[in-house]
């Protein structure tokens, strides 16, 4: 008589193991990667670090003027003669101060600042789930319209840093 292991069956006199769930031990290197591989990597790092930065270079340097320019710190040139001042043109503050209201605006224009919906996934949409939805719903539309969140002096800085750096990243707590 063969004894078993465990939850192990017998199928046609073979004994099967059960089928066991992956764990982090089966997948971890045990030993280092092999010199040709570790080389791969650094020329692979070092190839994208040194295109990276060779392509965002001409953008940086315009940001840092653009920035410059924003905040009134004069540039020198030495056209026509060394020492010169190079006047800027603030057309980049025109075109923020005019288009900032209406990314502003267009945030504030509803009553409601959000919409949350129990959408259909993997199960099915109950009742309680539409009623959570609707509670958090009316929860962070309140958050939203909270004078003591200085939600639109917080939405005017984060559109007028859209529109210097191309993308805003802000907290609302």
Known sequence: MTKLRGNAKI?????IMPERKPSLKDISITKKPSARIQE?????RDTITTHDIDSREDWLTKMRIARN???????VSDNPYPGAPDIPLPETDKIIKKQKPRFVLAALAGKRFMKVVAMEGVQSVTPEMKEAAKRVNMAMNFVFQNPHQE?????????????????CIFKIV
């Open 151 to 167: 939600w639109l002096q917080k939405l005017t800085l984060a559109a007028d840093n859209f529109l210097e750096k191309g993308h």
């Open 11 to 15: 199928k046609e006199g073979i004994e």
């Open 40 to 44: 791969f990597i650094k020329e692979t």
């Open 69 to 75: 320019m924003r905040q009134g710190i004069k540039r």
